[in-house]
């Protein structure tokens, strides 16, 4: 069985702070994926980054970065510098083959 | 290429009704998705294909859902015999299945459905 838990309903950061979004995982799966997306008011399911299992470096793109932690099955979405645009539902999302569990989601809150 | 397409982005019916959604996704996508999302939750897993191959479905899909990708390319979801319950967002994604390919998910922006 898969399971994606994010216990953070909603979060509040100041713009130009850094956030770190909470995700575990479950999976009996050697191999596997996880993904973060960010979901804005307007609807839209954006990617924002992968961290593969076997990958041994923890992944980044731009202002996110992924704190894998293989151990405690977690994998923790850190926002550098946060902008008033990223103020969304932010939605971890892992598992293996094409059936990919997402989590609940966090909302996330920039003020300014 | 526009991106994934979804029509009808929305669609109010009667309760008893059947609806069907349809889904054109990246042109050379191999895979394609259907989720479920419901106000404050996240996406939920219906089924998703591997070119024209439906390969899983959720136990939470009942009878009445059915899903197709006649063809490989696009696909239609139908529910039949609507009911209130199935009022929510239908997300389709498509992504490229290969070893080098991360493997995200590019998502359309969704058929609202509501079931009065």
């Known amino acids: 069985a898969q399971k994606i838990t994010q216990t953070q309903p909603g979060m509040f950061v100041q713009e130009k702070e850094a956030v770190t979004l909470d995700c575990t995982y479950d999976?009996?799966?050697?191999?596997?994926?996880l993904f973060w997306y960010k979901q804005p008011s307007s609807g839209e399911m954006i990617f924002l980054i992968y961290q593969g299992s076997y990958d041994e470096q923890n992944a980044t793109e731009g202002r996110y970065s992924l704190n894998f932690q293989k151990a405690r099955k977690s994998a923790n979405l850190v926002i550098s510098a946060s902008q008033l645009g990223d103020s969304a539902m932010y939605f971890c999302k892992g598992g293996s083959q094409g059936n990919l569990i997402f989590g609940k989601g966090t909302k996330l809150s920039v003020k300014p | 290429d526009t991106g994934v397409s979804q029509d009808p982005r929305h669609k109010i019916t009667k309760r008893g009704q059947n609806v069907t959604f349809r889904c054109d996704p990246i042109?050379?996508?191999?895979?394609l998705y259907w989720y479920r999302q419901t106000l404050g939750q996240g996406p939920e897993f219906l089924t998703y294909f591997q070119n024209e191959a439906q390969l899983e479905k959720s136990r939470l899909l009942s009878d009445r859902f059915s899903a197709e990708r006649p063809k490989g390319s696009f696909s239609t979801l139908e529910i039949q015999r609507t009911e209130q319950g199935d009022s929510a967002m239908y997300l389709c994604?498509?992504?490229?299945?290969?070893?080098?390919?991360?493997?995200?998910?590019?998502f359309g922006e969704g058929s609202r459905l509501t079931v009065l």
């Open positions: 999976t009996s799966d050697q191999s596997y994926g």
């Open positions: 994604a498509s992504s490229l299945s290969l070893e080098s390919n991360t493997g995200e998910l590019f």
């Open positions: 042109s050379e996508h191999n895979r």
